[in-house]
T-cell receptor, first 114, second 111 residues
Framework: DAGITQSPRHKVTETGTPVTLRCHQT?????MYWYRQDPGHGLRLIHY???????DKGEVSDGYSVSRSKTEDFLLTLESATSSQTSVYFC?????????????FGPGTRLLVL | DAKTTQPNSMESNEEEPVHLPCNHS???????IHWYRQLPSQGPEYVIH???SNVNNRMASLAIAEDRKSSTLILHRATLRDAAVYYC????????????FGQGTTLQVKP
């Protein structure tokens, strides 16, 4: 299994509070991704990173920010959590070449915003 | 963005083969077709990928249509542990380098 951990695995927070989720990898892969998964929507890409300090938006990036100061860590921050951000969040990594990639996913973080 | 179409759900009996179809009509010539699956309460996991030729690995086989607008994931002998949501996707220049996951097919395996 790819060495990917996510922390915390479960979190309950209140509307308006900041929340940071951490993804840590031991594979030295260049690319890292944050997805959210909700019933009826499948997996949706929030942000991704293609190197240290290099990030870009995905399809549902509003309300989220990311940072990557080291190859192994990719942080997802909800600046002011809302109930609509209650979801399961998955981190993924890949070592993409030009035309194909295989992504390896972490175990997920369940976030409940009250 | 790249779009794939899969049946919402399928059923199979244990020990029988399962053919999971996927349509990907927007695929470009250089896109690879990828399949992932997600077991209950887990993150998605890679199953198989291919470009033009049929592919086999220890988990499954992938049959790709000649025009590449559809593919079929084949589980040769379904087990109860194969019950999962199976996602078909493709990656390459047509989707700006990002995997796009659709709704997937929920596979139920009956003992």
């Amino acid at each position: 299994d790819a060495g990917i951990t996510q922390s915390p695995r479960h979190k309950v927070t209140e509307t308006g509070t900041p929340v940071t989720l951490r993804c840590h990898q031991t594979e030295n892969h260049r690319y890292m991704y944050w997805y959210r998964q909700d019933p009826g929507h499948g997996l949706r890409l929030i942000h991704y990173s293609y190197g240290v300090k290099d990030t870009d938006k995905g399809e549902v990036s509003d309300g989220y920010s990311v940072s990557r100061s080291k190859t192994e860590d990719f942080l997802l921050t909800l600046e002011s959590a809302t109930s609509s951000q209650t979801s399961v969040y998955f981190c993924a990594i890949s070592d993409r070449d030009r035309y194909q990639e295989t992504q390896y996913f972490g175990p997920g973080t369940r976030l409940l915003v009250l | 963005d790249a779009k794939t179409t899969q049946p919402n759900s399928m059923e199979s009996n244990e020990e029988e083969p399962v053919h999971l179809p996927c349509n990907h009509s927007t695929i470009s010539g250089t896109d690879y077709i990828h399949w992932y699956r997600q077991l209950p309460s887990q993150g998605p996991e890679y199953v198989i990928h291919g470009l033009t030729s049929n592919v086999n690995n220890r988990m499954a086989s992938l049959a790709i249509a000649e025009d590449r607008k559809s593919s079929t994931l084949i589980l040769h002998r379904a087990t109860l542990r194969d019950a999962a949501v199976y996602y078909c996707t493709h990656y390459g220049s047509s989707n700006t380098g990002k995997l796009i996951f659709g709704q997937g097919t929920t596979l139920q395996v009956k003992p």
